[in-house]
């Protein structure tokens, strides 16, 4: 397997001068998945949990609902110039064959759905719809999971350069978490892990994100069922709206004892009442 960190030199400048020394940094990769021998897609990620990240991405399409649809997996031959296999290939088998177009997908940034078309189709696609219910999280419990987030993710100790994902329970327990270099992978991973041990729909978890919370992943928490998605940093307009239509609770900017929640704030108990302020 593809090695998750390099060392490459560089010059460090600063008041105190300059230095040349080996930096590590985060291995980036392309991971092209197939099915049946024909190519689906090509991904940019960082090597590692590669069989997690295509239950993730192929549950968040809707090409699969359950870990058993896919009865194998297995990686192609493929070698770099020193002939080893880059494990670069993963090639799936599928219980029930689909044909196969390579595509882009709903959740490039390519595809030109406009805001009505993204939420409509992530309503009408998901097996797992939220209906209502779900975890109630106390916010000091919610405010803690970053800190235990960004404590698991040793590989953004060495680099500083992997976002992660984390599913954890409603009283602060973390299950599974996964780094990669695109945040959208990472929640693959995670939500993978969580498709392959039987816990998707996964009604009584709650997904946290080091970064932003885009439309991309609140899809992806959607297709899972997730109810409640947490992010350290803002999420987008359209983010807000999918997580309102759907039934997801969506707090962002957790940092601290703050955090900002945009929809259905009844999963999260003992946040004080402010008046409101207008929009």
Same mark, same amino acid.
């Given at each position: 397997?593809?090695?998750?960190?390099?060392?490459?030199?560089?010059?460090?400048?600063?008041?105190?001068?300059?230095?040349?020394?080996?930096?590590?940094?985060?291995?980036?990769?392309?991971?092209?998945?197939?099915?049946?021998?024909?190519?689906?897609?090509?991904?940019?990620?960082?090597?590692?949990?590669?069989?997690?990240?295509?239950?993730?991405?192929?549950?968040?399409?809707?090409?699969?609902?359950?870990?058993?649809?896919?009865?194998?997996?297995?990686?192609?031959?493929?070698?770099?110039?020193?002939?080893?296999?880059?494990?670069?290939?993963?090639?799936?088998?599928?219980?029930?064959?689909?044909?196969?177009?390579?595509?882009?997908?709903?959740?490039?940034?390519?595809?030109?759905?406009?805001?009505?078309?993204?939420?409509?189709?992530?309503?009408?696609?998901?097996?797992?719809?939220?209906?209502?219910?779900?975890?109630? +999280?106390?916010?000091? %419990?919610? =405010? *803690?999971? !970053?800190?235990?987030?960004?404590?698991?993710?040793?590989?953004?100790? $060495?680099?500083g350069g992997l976002h992660g994902a984390g599913l954890f329970t409603a009283d602060g327990e973390v299950l599974a978490v996964r780094e990669d270099?695109?945040?959208?992978?990472?929640?693959?991973?995670?939500?993978?892990?969580?498709?392959?041990?039987?816990?998707?729909?996964?009604?009584?978890?709650?997904?946290?994100?080091?970064?932003?919370?885009?439309?991309?992943? +609140?899809?992806?928490? %959607?297709? =899972? *069922?997730? !109810?409640?998605?947490?992010?350290?940093?803002?999420?987008?307009?359209? $983010?807000?709206?999918?997580?309102?239509?759907?039934?997801?609770?969506?707090?962002?900017?957790?940092?601290?004892?703050?955090?900002?929640?945009?929809?259905?704030?009844?999963?999260?108990?003992?946040?004080?009442?402010?008046?409101?302020?207008?929009?």
């Amino acid at each position: 397997m593809s090695r998750v960190t390099a060392r490459r030199r560089m010059r460090r400048i600063s008041p105190q001068g300059e230095i040349q020394r080996p930096d590590t940094l985060a291995v980036e990769e392309p991971l092209e998945i197939r099915i049946g021998g024909q190519s689906l897609t090509v991904t940019m990620r960082t090597p590692g949990n590669d069989v997690d990240l295509v239950h993730g991405f192929l549950l968040s399409e809707a090409m699969i609902g359950a870990a058993e649809e896919i009865m194998a997996a297995r990686y192609c031959a493929g070698a770099d110039e020193d002939g080893r296999n880059t494990y670069n290939v993963l090639d799936l088998t599928l219980r029930n064959p689909v044909q196969v177009r390579p595509r882009n997908f709903m959740t490039t940034g390519a595809c030109g759905l406009c805001g009505k078309t993204a939420l409509d189709e992530v309503r009408t696609r998901t097996r797992f719809p939220i209906t209502g219910g779900g975890p109630v +999280v106390d916010t000091q %419990v919610l =405010a *803690g999971m !970053p800190d235990t987030l960004r404590g698991k993710q040793t590989l953004f100790e $060495a680099t500083g350069g992997l976002h992660g994902a984390g599913l954890f329970t409603a009283d602060g327990e973390v299950l599974a978490v996964r780094e990669d270099i695109g945040r959208h992978n990472a929640v693959d991973k995670v939500i993978g892990w969580a498709l392959r041990q039987n816990l998707v729909p996964a009604r009584d978890l709650v997904l946290i994100v080091s970064g932003r919370a885009s439309f991309e992943l +609140v899809q992806k928490a %959607v297709m =899972a *069922g997730i !109810p409640m998605l947490g992010a350290v940093s803002a999420p987008s307009s359209l $983010a807000v709206d999918l997580a309102a239509e759907a039934g997801l609770t969506l707090a962002g900017f957790l940092r601290g004892d703050t955090m900002n929640v945009y929809t259905h704030p009844d999963r999260i108990s003992t946040a004080p009442t402010v008046d409101s302020l207008p929009a």
